[in-house]
Protein backbone atom coordinates (compact mmCIF):
# COMPACT_ATOMS: atom_id res chain seq x y z
CA UNK A 1 0.00 0.00 0.00
CA UNK A 2 1.30 3.53 -1.10
CA UNK A 3 2.64 5.60 1.99
CA UNK A 4 0.34 9.26 3.15
CA UNK A 5 1.61 11.90 4.84
CA UNK A 6 -0.12 14.36 7.38
CA UNK A 7 0.54 16.95 9.57
CA UNK A 8 0.19 15.46 13.27
CA UNK A 9 -1.78 18.20 14.46
CA UNK A 10 -4.47 20.97 13.21
CA UNK A 11 -6.95 23.57 15.27
CA UNK A 12 -10.22 24.35 13.67
CA UNK A 13 -12.63 26.87 15.01
CA UNK A 14 -16.14 25.98 15.76
CA UNK A 15 -18.72 26.45 12.75
CA UNK A 16 -15.49 27.33 10.96
CA UNK A 17 -14.63 24.18 7.73
CA UNK A 18 -11.87 21.86 8.93
CA UNK A 19 -9.99 21.39 5.43
CA UNK A 20 -7.67 18.27 6.60
CA UNK A 21 -4.55 17.64 4.10
CA UNK A 22 -3.15 13.94 2.97
CA UNK A 23 -0.34 14.13 0.51
CA UNK A 24 0.20 10.53 -0.86
CA UNK A 25 2.56 10.67 -3.72
CA UNK A 26 3.36 7.08 -4.29
CA UNK A 27 -0.51 6.07 -4.79
CA UNK A 28 -1.19 3.53 -7.68
CA UNK A 29 -3.80 3.74 -10.41
CA UNK A 30 -5.66 0.96 -8.55
CA UNK A 31 -5.92 2.71 -5.06
CA UNK A 32 -8.46 4.81 -3.14
CA UNK A 33 -8.15 7.24 -0.81
CA UNK A 34 -9.73 6.60 2.56
CA UNK A 35 -10.41 8.69 5.46
CA UNK A 36 -11.30 7.48 8.71
CA UNK A 37 -11.39 9.32 12.32
CA UNK A 38 -10.95 7.72 15.86
CA UNK A 39 -12.49 10.00 18.73
CA UNK A 40 -10.85 9.08 21.98
CA UNK A 41 -11.26 5.34 23.01
CA UNK A 42 -13.65 4.27 20.43
CA UNK A 43 -12.99 2.30 17.26
CA UNK A 44 -12.22 4.17 13.84
CA UNK A 45 -15.14 5.19 11.92
CA UNK A 46 -15.30 5.39 8.47
CA UNK A 47 -16.03 8.53 6.41
CA UNK A 48 -15.29 8.95 3.31
CA UNK A 49 -13.33 7.27 0.04
CA UNK A 50 -12.87 8.25 -3.74
CA UNK A 51 -10.50 7.29 -6.37
CA UNK A 52 -10.48 10.21 -8.34
CA UNK A 53 -13.68 12.04 -7.94
CA UNK A 54 -14.47 14.72 -5.75
CA UNK A 55 -16.97 12.82 -3.12
CA UNK A 56 -19.24 14.26 -0.81
CA UNK A 57 -21.61 12.18 1.79
CA UNK A 58 -23.43 13.42 4.84
CA UNK A 59 -20.29 13.65 6.95
CA UNK A 60 -18.02 15.23 5.08
CA UNK A 61 -16.40 15.87 1.22
CA UNK A 62 -12.94 14.61 -0.28
CA UNK A 63 -10.89 16.35 -2.58
CA UNK A 64 -8.25 14.91 -4.56
CA UNK A 65 -5.99 16.76 -7.19
CA UNK A 66 -6.26 15.60 -10.20
CA UNK A 67 -2.54 13.75 -10.54
CA UNK A 68 -4.04 12.34 -7.47
CA UNK A 69 -1.12 12.38 -5.28
CA UNK A 70 -2.99 14.43 -2.24
CA UNK A 71 -6.22 15.13 -1.30
CA UNK A 72 -8.21 17.36 1.34
CA UNK A 73 -11.09 16.09 3.73
CA UNK A 74 -13.23 18.62 4.42
CA UNK A 75 -15.92 19.17 7.39
CA UNK A 76 -18.18 21.73 6.09
CA UNK A 77 -19.16 23.03 9.82
CA UNK A 78 -16.97 21.79 12.39
CA UNK A 79 -18.53 20.77 16.07
CA UNK A 80 -16.99 20.09 18.87
CA UNK A 81 -17.79 16.45 18.66
CA UNK A 82 -15.48 16.48 15.41
CA UNK A 83 -12.76 16.16 17.60
CA UNK A 84 -10.24 13.22 16.96
CA UNK A 85 -7.72 11.61 15.14
CA UNK A 86 -8.37 11.80 11.40
CA UNK A 87 -6.46 9.15 9.22
CA UNK A 88 -5.91 9.36 5.56
CA UNK A 89 -5.59 5.59 3.87
CA UNK A 90 -5.02 4.32 0.75
CA UNK A 91 -5.98 0.84 -0.32
CA UNK A 92 -6.64 -0.92 -3.08
CA UNK A 93 -10.87 -2.57 -3.54
CA UNK A 94 -9.74 -5.74 -4.78
CA UNK A 95 -9.87 -8.67 -2.37
CA UNK A 96 -10.72 -7.12 0.99
CA UNK A 97 -7.17 -5.47 1.32
CA UNK A 98 -6.09 -4.20 5.16
CA UNK A 99 -5.96 -0.52 6.06
CA UNK A 100 -2.76 0.44 6.65
CA UNK A 101 -2.97 3.56 9.47
CA UNK A 102 -0.38 5.78 9.73
CA UNK A 103 -0.38 8.20 12.79
CA UNK A 104 -2.97 10.72 11.31
CA UNK A 105 -4.10 14.23 12.31
CA UNK A 106 -5.10 15.23 15.94
CA UNK A 107 -7.66 17.58 15.21
CA UNK A 108 -8.93 19.72 17.76
CA UNK A 109 -12.12 22.11 17.53
CA UNK A 110 -11.83 25.25 19.49
CA UNK A 111 -15.18 26.40 20.90
CA UNK B 1 -29.05 -3.20 12.83
CA UNK B 2 -26.55 -4.35 15.03
CA UNK B 3 -22.76 -2.66 14.53
CA UNK B 4 -19.79 -4.67 15.30
CA UNK B 5 -19.77 -6.00 18.66
CA UNK B 6 -16.74 -6.85 21.24
CA UNK B 7 -16.18 -9.18 24.22
CA UNK B 8 -14.92 -8.09 26.79
CA UNK B 9 -14.79 -4.66 26.96
CA UNK B 10 -11.35 -4.55 29.49
CA UNK B 11 -9.17 -7.38 30.62
CA UNK B 12 -6.63 -8.04 32.78
CA UNK B 13 -3.84 -10.28 32.50
CA UNK B 14 -0.45 -11.55 33.70
CA UNK B 15 2.70 -12.24 31.63
CA UNK B 16 2.87 -16.13 30.27
CA UNK B 17 -1.07 -15.95 30.66
CA UNK B 18 -3.52 -16.48 27.27
CA UNK B 19 -6.54 -14.73 26.29
CA UNK B 20 -9.00 -15.05 24.35
CA UNK B 21 -11.30 -12.02 22.31
CA UNK B 22 -14.41 -11.75 20.69
CA UNK B 23 -16.14 -10.35 17.71
CA UNK B 24 -19.58 -10.38 16.15
CA UNK B 25 -19.84 -8.65 12.58
CA UNK B 26 -22.03 -6.37 11.73
CA UNK B 27 -25.04 -7.97 10.27
CA UNK B 28 -24.64 -9.28 6.58
CA UNK B 29 -20.69 -8.75 6.57
CA UNK B 30 -18.43 -12.11 6.13
CA UNK B 31 -15.25 -11.05 7.03
CA UNK B 32 -13.50 -10.26 9.66
CA UNK B 33 -10.18 -8.35 10.43
CA UNK B 34 -8.36 -7.88 13.60
CA UNK B 35 -5.77 -4.86 15.17
CA UNK B 36 -3.93 -3.85 17.47
CA UNK B 37 -3.67 -0.27 18.76
CA UNK B 38 -1.13 0.70 21.16
CA UNK B 39 -1.21 3.58 23.05
CA UNK B 40 -0.55 7.16 20.87
CA UNK B 41 -0.31 4.64 17.67
CA UNK B 42 -2.88 3.92 14.62
CA UNK B 43 -4.13 0.59 14.68
CA UNK B 44 -1.96 -2.18 13.27
CA UNK B 45 -3.12 -5.41 10.85
CA UNK B 46 -3.10 -8.48 12.97
CA UNK B 47 -4.86 -10.67 10.63
CA UNK B 48 -8.29 -10.76 8.35
CA UNK B 49 -10.55 -14.09 7.70
CA UNK B 50 -13.04 -15.19 5.34
CA UNK B 51 -15.14 -18.27 5.12
CA UNK B 52 -13.37 -19.52 8.52
CA UNK B 53 -9.43 -18.81 7.00
CA UNK B 54 -7.11 -16.48 7.10
CA UNK B 55 -6.55 -14.51 4.31
CA UNK B 56 -4.13 -12.17 4.92
CA UNK B 57 -1.42 -11.25 7.88
CA UNK B 58 0.28 -8.57 9.22
CA UNK B 59 3.98 -8.81 11.46
CA UNK B 60 2.81 -10.43 13.98
CA UNK B 61 4.36 -13.66 15.50
CA UNK B 62 2.60 -16.88 15.86
CA UNK B 63 1.10 -16.24 19.63
CA UNK B 64 -1.38 -14.72 17.94
CA UNK B 65 -4.14 -16.55 16.43
CA UNK B 66 -7.39 -16.80 15.10
CA UNK B 67 -10.98 -18.34 14.54
CA UNK B 68 -14.02 -17.79 12.14
CA UNK B 69 -17.08 -19.52 12.97
CA UNK B 70 -19.77 -20.21 10.64
CA UNK B 71 -21.91 -17.24 11.20
CA UNK B 72 -19.23 -15.48 10.80
CA UNK B 73 -17.99 -14.30 14.37
CA UNK B 74 -14.64 -14.47 15.70
CA UNK B 75 -12.16 -14.94 18.48
CA UNK B 76 -8.45 -13.52 18.55
CA UNK B 77 -6.50 -15.96 20.94
CA UNK B 78 -2.90 -14.64 21.94
CA UNK B 79 -0.39 -17.47 24.16
CA UNK B 80 2.43 -16.51 25.91
CA UNK B 81 1.28 -12.90 26.79
CA UNK B 82 4.13 -10.62 27.14
CA UNK B 83 3.92 -6.70 28.36
CA UNK B 84 4.03 -5.22 25.26
CA UNK B 85 0.82 -7.10 24.43
CA UNK B 86 -1.12 -4.32 26.05
CA UNK B 87 -3.18 -2.38 23.29
CA UNK B 88 -6.76 -1.85 21.83
CA UNK B 89 -7.78 -4.51 20.01
CA UNK B 90 -9.78 -3.98 17.51
CA UNK B 91 -12.27 -5.84 15.36
CA UNK B 92 -13.50 -4.69 11.93
CA UNK B 93 -16.04 -6.78 9.63
CA UNK B 94 -16.53 -5.73 5.99
CA UNK B 95 -18.35 -7.56 2.65
CA UNK B 96 -16.04 -9.42 0.32
CA UNK B 97 -15.39 -7.28 -2.02
CA UNK B 98 -16.42 -9.26 -4.89
CA UNK B 99 -19.80 -8.62 -3.90
CA UNK B 100 -19.60 -4.72 -2.29
CA UNK B 101 -17.92 -3.50 -4.98
CA UNK B 102 -16.11 -0.32 -4.29
CA UNK B 103 -17.95 -0.18 -1.01
CA UNK B 104 -15.97 -2.58 1.24
CA UNK B 105 -15.41 -0.12 3.80
CA UNK B 106 -14.56 -2.05 6.96
CA UNK B 107 -16.65 -0.95 10.08
CA UNK B 108 -14.63 -0.99 13.28
CA UNK B 109 -15.99 -2.02 17.16
CA UNK B 110 -15.20 -0.30 19.73
CA UNK B 111 -12.32 -2.69 20.77
CA UNK B 112 -11.34 -4.61 24.15
CA UNK B 113 -8.47 -3.13 26.50
CA UNK B 114 -5.85 -5.51 27.52
CA UNK B 115 -3.68 -4.84 29.98
CA UNK B 116 -0.73 -7.40 30.59
CA UNK B 117 0.92 -6.64 33.94
Request: glycine share 8%; proline share 5%; aromatic share 10%.
Amino acid sequence: DAKTTQPPSMDCAEGRAANLPCNHSTISGNEYVYWYRQIHSQGPQYIIHGLKNNETNEMASLIITEDRKSSTLILPHATLRDTAVYYCIVRSNFGNEKLTFGTGTRLTIIP
Amino acid sequence: DAGVTQSPTHLIKTRGQQVTLRCSPKSGHDTVSWYQQALGQGPQFIFQYYEEEERQRGNFPDRFSGHQFPNYSSELNVNALLLGDSALYLCASSLVAEISGRNNEQFFGPGTRLTVL
